[in-house]
């Protein structure tokens, strides 16, 4: 029997890991898989040597770096001694993977890499460890294959797990009748993040933007969304210390991001899911000033939002740490709501960004891949 161990750290690395073992169930049933990542992959039917709840955090204290440290050689440990499986597939998490591949390799185990880190963004060194480590590599964007091909990494072009595993535009009429919106009142949505991190920096100037902007506009709505993978005590702590009174919405981000009228986004994935459904957005990210100089520093870029990585220029607006304020995101905002020459271009752009990506099954073609391999 052929065995496969997956490495995730995130929420959305588990659930594009999840679609890629549905896929690989299909071409091979009686494979075994286990693998380090949260409830989708559960439910999937993998066998979780860990779960991923520790993994999510930000920061560089030394009870992250230690709990990183010991996961990482329980991991290896288990792959290396016990489990030996045929193939390791790495997904995104770039810090922690790339730190393991290494054992890894040392080890003669076979490491796919699907995701790979963002090394034409920040860190480009990191491509050395790649091409030292990963047998192969599963990019989801098309300007990835040459970048790593021109290093002599073996490259399969997938294209973007989010092309097909986003759900269409949910129905506007139903959805404003489900949660109590006005349909006569354009409607604003906030993201805060995924992570405690975010929220501790963008939560309070997200909801004083929005407070402001609603008495400015009084035909304006609000509401936010609560990412699934934080418990409602921490969501709460944070909404409680800013003293909202906005709805909340949990479990239903795409829904929400398709039917709002703009939005105003943590960076991340969000934001490309965003930009599939055209709904217009502004990109506004803050954090310690420390991070912030070592990201100059290291960054290769300067544009920070995925839409306005794949475009190759400025659509979205990208607000950054003292940029991230009432005044800014308020003037923003009114100006994709209210400015319909600038709306209407703005959906154009985001509509041609869409177009750039391929229509490929993300997780069917890895999956493909990693079959052929085993």
């Given amino acids: 029997m052929k065995k496969v161990f997956i490495v995730t750290g995130e929420y959305s690395g588990d659930i594009h ?21 949260g409830e989708n992959l559960r439910a999937a039917g993998v066998k979780l040597f860990s779960d991923q709840k520790k993994m999510g955090a930000v920061g560089l204290s030394l009870g992250i770096i230690f709990n990183h440290f010991l996961l990482g050689k ?5 792959l290396t001694k016990e489990y030996k499986p045929d193939l390791v597939l790495l997904i995104d998490y770039g810090a922690f993977n790339l730190g393991i591949s290494r054992f890894l390799k040392k080890a003669g185990i076979k490491v796919f890499y699907y995701i790979p880190p963002q ?19 599963l990019c989801i964007f098309p300007f990835e294959k040459e ?43 906030i993201f805060p993040g995924s992570r405690e991190f975010e929220l501790k920096y963008l939560m309070k100037p997200f909801l004083k933007a929005a407070e402001n902007l609603q008495k400015k506009h009084p035909d304006l709505q609000f509401c936010i969304s609560h990412a699934p993978n934080l418990t409602d005590d921490v969501y709460n702590k ?11 919405i949990k479990g239903e981000n795409q829904a929400l991001l398709s039917v709002s009228d703009a939005l105003i986004l943590a960076s991340g994935t969000v934001a490309l899911e965003a930009c599939l459904y055209q709904t ?29 990585i794949i475009a190759g220029k400025l659509i979205v607006p990208e607000l950054l740490m003292a940029d991230v304020n009432i005044q800014k995101i308020s003037y923003e905002i009114e100006k994709l709501l209210f400015d319909d020459q600038y709306r209407m271009k703005n959906i154009e752009e985001l509509g041609h960004v869409k177009s750039l990506l391929s229509n490929k099954i993300s997780s069917k073609e890895a999956a493909k891949v990693i079959a052929e391999a085993i």
């Fill in 74 to 78: 329980r991991v290896v440990d288990y």
């Fill in 238 to 248: 944070f909404l409680k210390k800013s003293g909202c009174n906005f709805k909340v």
């Fill in 17 to 37: 890991a999840s679609h890629v073992v549905k896929a690989l169930r299909s071409i091979n049933p009686e494979i075994e898989i286990e693998g380090v990542g």
């Fill in 147 to 189: 970048l790593y091909e021109n290093y002599g990494i073996k490259t399969h072009y997938c294209g973007h797990p989010l092309v097909s595993q986003l759900p269409p535009k949910a129905d506007k009429n139903e959805f404003f009748e489900k949660h109590g919106f006005d349909l006569n009142k354009k409607l604003v949505s």
């Fill in 119 to 137: 090394v034409w963004a920040s860190r480009k060194w990191r491509i050395n460890t790649i091409k030292k480590n990963i047998d192969e590599v």
């Fill in 280 to 308: 217009p957005m502004i990109i506004a990210y803050r954090g310690p000033w420390l991070f912030y100089f070592i990201y100059l520093l290291v960054r290769c870029i300067k544009r920070v939002s995925l839409p306005n």
